[in-house]
C-alpha cells in the first residue's frame, strides 16, 4: 500500500506562486509514474503534470499545455517527496490538486492510478 499526502495549498493573488508537496509512504516502485491532477468545482478531474521513473531515473516528464513555462514537477529522493512548484498563477488554475501514483506504467490518463492523495486547495483572486 501506498499513502501519498499533498500540503502546500493556499490562497494566492493573480501572479502568485505556491509550491505543493505531495509525500509518499509504503511500498517502493521500481517503475511508476506520479502525477498532479486537479479538479474545479463542477469541472472533470484534469491531468497537470507528470514524471516516469524507472530504476531511480527520471526519463520522461509532461505537462498540461496551459501549466507549460510556470509550473514544474519535481522530487526530492531523500525526502521521497514529489513537488509542484507554480509560478505565475492564474484565476483558472483554482482547483483542489492531488498527487497520484501509477504503478508500473506511464500514463496521464486518470483512471489509470493506483493511489491517489486527499489533495490540497488552491485559490487564486483576480
Known amino acids: 500500500q501506498v499513502q501519498l499526502v499533498e500540503s502546500g495549498g493556499g490562497s494566492v493573488q493573480t501572479g502568485g506562486s505556491l509550491r505543493l508537496s505531495c509525500a509518499a509512504s509504503?511500498?517502493?516502485?521500481?517503475?511508476?509514474?506520479m502525477g498532479w491532477f486537479r479538479q474545479a468545482p463542477g469541472k472533470e478531474r484534469q491531468f497537470v503534470a507528470a514524471?516516469?521513473?524507472?530504476?531511480?531515473?527520471?526519463?520522461?516528464?509532461e505537462y498540461t499545455e496551459s501549466v507549460k513555462g510556470r509550473f514544474t514537477i519535481s522530487r526530492d529522493n531523500t525526502k521521497n517527496t514529489v513537488y509542484l512548484q507554480m509560478y505565475n498563477l492564474k484565476p483558472e488554475d483554482t482547483a483542489l490538486y492531488s498527487c497520484?501514483?501509477?504503478?508500473?506504467?506511464?500514463?496521464?490518463?486518470?483512471?489509470?492510478?493506483?493511489?491517489w492523495g486527499q489533495g490540497t486547495q488552491v485559490t487564486v483572486s483576480s
Open positions: 497520484a501514483v501509477a504503478e508500473l506504467r506511464w500514463t496521464i490518463a486518470a483512471d489509470q492510478y493506483d493511489y
Open positions: 509504503g511500498r517502493t516502485f521500481s517503475r511508476y509514474t
Open positions: 514524471m516516469w521513473w524507472i530504476d531511480g531515473a527520471r526519463v520522461r516528464t
